[in-house]
């Protein structure tokens, strides 16, 4: 319709000007047309009339036939701004929709909107919907033809190689990405999902390449990120080398990576996943000497050998300082329970207890008491903790 208008635009000027450029020289102006036998003589108005109506006949002949070609291929836009409308009407209904979680309907409102033109972002919210109320079965194809489109090439593939990694297909889901611009590479998502990718492919050199060139990027999931790759790596070294090729790494790495919690953390946990608890304890007492921070509790109540002396003394000696701090008590606690010291142990839960409740703790009190053949004390204890 808007090239309809411009056409009858243009064709005004023309005439227009054919007609005032004659008026302006003062001259009536004739047109004279032989065809054979056929003798036509008219005004320049007259021609000028004629031929305004018959291209205003002959485009909206031209754009008749286009509707009608249209209808016969299979388009939906058969009557043009109409069509359009419905379409958008469909494409909003389906939003709402699936904002209420009405996903069958959303799934009848978006089919109506194929092909429409919404730059792809309709075929995108029909691979979301067909993964809600289909499992997926349309998914592939549904983004395939949304990544043909420029406008949402970008987040239809960032959207496919998702669904991929959900599926477990990470070769493919990392090709997906591949493929992406340099400039979506750059996205906080997509870097999330290389992460994903690499990770679960045990390609942990190129996970620590991007952590390095997207920290900003990943803000506070930064951290998380690098302890995950550093356990990945030190991980698949210790499954397949043993516990001294891991040692040796540890000892390779440079000084700010051995400063890094994150790393000192997952090199101890490892240690006591290889059952190497008496090695783990020195380690772990020194670190903690040098920083002493809540993160490394959980390593020391998972110290599991005889007579763990130097990590139960450092304990100690922050308690005498820190006289009300339940954590150091059950620290203490479980450290004296792993060793076989059951009468420190009772103390010192029994301490943490009174300080703080914690059910960690209370199910420690409970297997001490059963232990001793209090059972009915147990008992309490542990209705306590559902109760709670």
């Known amino acids: 319709m808007r090239k309809l208008l411009l056409y009858f635009f243009l064709l005004i000027l023309f005439f227009g000007g054919l007609l005032f450029g004659h008026a302006a020289i003062g001259e009536k102006g004739r047109i004279f047309i032989a065809m054979g036998e056929w003798r036509i003589q008219m005004t320049v108005v007259s021609a000028f009339i004629s031929l305004l109506i018959g291209s205003i006949v002959v485009l909206i ?17 058969w009557f043009g701004v109409l069509s359009r409308r419905k379409q958008s009407k469909a494409f909003f209904n389906a939003i709402n929709a699936c904002a209420i979680g009405d996903y ?17 972002t309709n075929y995108m919210l029909a691979a979301d919907i067909d993964r809600r109320i289909n499992n997926g079965n349309n998914i592939e194809n549904l983004l395939g033809i949304a990544e043909t489109f420029p406008e949402s090439e970008a987040s239809a593939k960032t959207q496919h190689a998702a669904w ?11 090709l997906v990405l591949e493929s992406i611009d340099a400039k979506a590479q750059q996205q906080a998502v ?75 953390i997952v090199y101890v946990q490892l240690l006591i996943d290889q059952g190497l608890s008496q090695d783990a304890e020195p380690i772990l007492v ?17 110290l599991k050998h005889p007579s763990p002396h130097q990590a139960m003394r450092l304990i100690e000696s922050w308690i005498k300082v820190d006289m009300d701090n339940a954590q150091l008590y ?59």
């Open 190 to 264: 997509v870097v999330r999902l290389w992460l994903a990718i690499l990770a679960a492919l045990g390609k942990w050199a190129l996970v620590k390449e991007k952590l390095s060139t997207h920290r900003k990027v990943l803000g506070d999931d930064y951290v998380q990120w690098a302890q995950q790759a550093v356990q990945g790596e030190f991980a698949e070294i210790a499954s397949k080398q043993g516990a001294n090729a891991l040692k040796d790494k540890w000892a390779s790495l440079p000084r700010a990576s051995k400063k890094d919690i994150a790393n000192q």
């Open 61 to 77: 002949l031209c754009w008749a036939t286009k509707r009608i070609f249209r209808m016969v291929s299979g388009s939906r836009d």
């Open 164 to 174: 991929l990694l959900q599926q477990h297909q990470f070769q493919q889901a990392e």
């Open 286 to 302: 020194d670190l903690a000497k040098k920083t002493r921070n809540p993160a490394f509790h959980g390593l020391f109540k998972q």
């Open 104 to 120: 069958e309907n959303a799934h009848k409102y978006i089919n109506k909107t194929f092909p429409g033109e919404f730059d792809g």
């Open 330 to 388: 059950s620290v203490l606690a479980h450290l004296a329970y792993n060793s076989g010291d059951i009468e420190l142990a009772e103390k010192a839960v029994r301490k943490a207890l009174e300080l703080a409740s914690n059910p960690q703790d209370g199910r420690l009190l409970a297997r001490l008491l059963e232990k001793q053949n209090a059972f009915e004390k147990a008992n309490n204890v542990y209705k306590g903790l559902l109760a709670s």
